[in-house]
């Protein structure tokens, strides 16, 4: 009987050993548990807080460094605010730089693009002198060709407007049919950039010269007060490469002929063209940038312009214009340009403006020689 209780007793004991020895089991799995949820949550937290302190200084150093690097950030900030008289008081951009109070500014100007063969020359060739200049683009070339475009942009150039088709006979039938195409131009400029506000600054095709040998000149004065209106600048020029004018001329030529129509001024605006045919113009800018250069000028975009009322009294404004700014660019130097106005710019690239060319005033101006200069 003792052994019988003994037994039940020894089982018994067992069973609460048993039963003792899972209970310390399983608090020691739940602690491990435990532990281990701590640890990760641990884990977690600082993570957590390493990806919010990035994402502020990733914020603070750049805005939009998110997705498209080589689109976003070149949206140089607000675009800069430039101090000159508004579009409405004087729109002619010609007369405020020959006003401003600006040494040897050299403006460099390309018309007629954005084209896959010639604007990647001459923006490689910029680049090499770490030059800014402006692009006066075809809307329609834009549209075909929005990368070569957005290079533009993204090196730091400025692109302004040079009208949607660059047809002349579409163009000046009434300034309806130019603002129609100056704002389609504005539009694809502004969707290529990302700029909510690009400069308004227009150039003419054939340029906006007076002249009684253009056909287009009443229609263009009277555009430049609708532009005024709109708050849009127009800029002519006051030397040129001549790429554009008479025969076609090698890099040489078009050097000379550029010397020639800037001597003696002291800011120039150039007129060249990075259209497709203009291959000796993308063979010569080296030379022409090394000329300025050499004679003590500054590279400049249009927008850049340093302007001094005191130095611009109505009386010194361009000899010739009158009204909304319609002067021509020559006031300083009636020979460089406006002699000319308008070169046929480019129309080969751009559109069939054969007969815009055709009435296109011709370049007066004849290249005086000048010294041999090498070209590189
Ligand atoms: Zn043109």
């Not at 800011?267 to 800018?285: E, F, Y």
Request: net charge neutral; charged share 20%.
């Amino acid at each position: 009987m003792a052994t019988q209780t003994d037994f039940e007793h020894r089982r018994r004991e067992r069973r609460r050993r048993e039963r003792l020895r899972k209970k310390r089991i399983r608090a020691a799995i739940i602690l491990i548990v435990f532990i281990f949820v701590v640890i990760f949550a641990l884990i977690f937290i600082t993570k957590c807080n390493n990806k919010n302190n990035n994402t502020e200084n990733t914020a603070n150093e750049a805005v939009t460094l998110t997705t498209e690097p080589s689109i976003v950030p070149t949206v140089t900030a607000e675009p800069k605010k430039l101090d000159i008289p508004a579009a409405t008081e004087e729109n002619n951009l010609m007369n405020i730089i020959e006003n401003s109070s600006a040494k040897k500014y050299c403006y460099l100007t390309f018309d007629d693009g954005p084209t896959e063969n010639i604007t990647p020359q001459i923006l490689d060739t910029l680049r090499r002198y770490n030059v800014k200049a402006t692009f006066f683009e075809i809307g329609s070339l834009i549209k075909t060709n929005p990368d070569m475009a957005r290079r533009v942009y993204d090196e730091g150039h400025l692109i302004a407007n040079h009208s949607d088709g660059h047809n002349y006979a579409k163009l000046y039938v009434s300034t309806d049919t130019f603002m129609n195409e100056v704002n389609s131009c504005y539009e694809q400029i502004k969707e290529v950039t990302g700029e909510a506000e690009p400069f308004k600054l227009v150039r003419f095709p054939g340029g906006s010269f007076k002249s009684s040998a253009d056909s287009y000149s009443p229609v263009k004065q009277e555009c430049k007060k609708a532009m005024a209106e709109y708050g849009f600048y127009q800029c002519d020029w006051n030397a040129l490469n001549g790429d554009a004018e008479g025969k076609t001329k090698n890099a040489q030529e078009l050097l000379e002929y550029c010397i020639n129509s800037a001597e003696g001024q002291n800011n120039v605006v150039v007129l060249m063209h990075d259209a497709a045919a203009k291959q000796a113009t993308a063979d010569a800018l080296a030379s022409i940038i090394e000329y300025f250069m050499s004679e003590g000028y500054t590279f400049h975009r249009l927008d850049d312009i340093v302007y001094s009322p005191a130095a611009a009294s109505p009386s010194a404004t361009s000899s010739s214009s009158t009204g909304s700014g319609s002067g021509s660019a020559t006031s300083s130097k009636s020979t460089a340009s406006p002699s000319s106005s308008a070169s046929p710019s480019g129309s080969p690239s751009s559109s069939p403006s054969a007969s815009a060319s055709a009435t296109a005033p011709t370049q007066t101006t004849a290249p005086k020689s000048t010294g041999p200069i090498i070209i590189n």
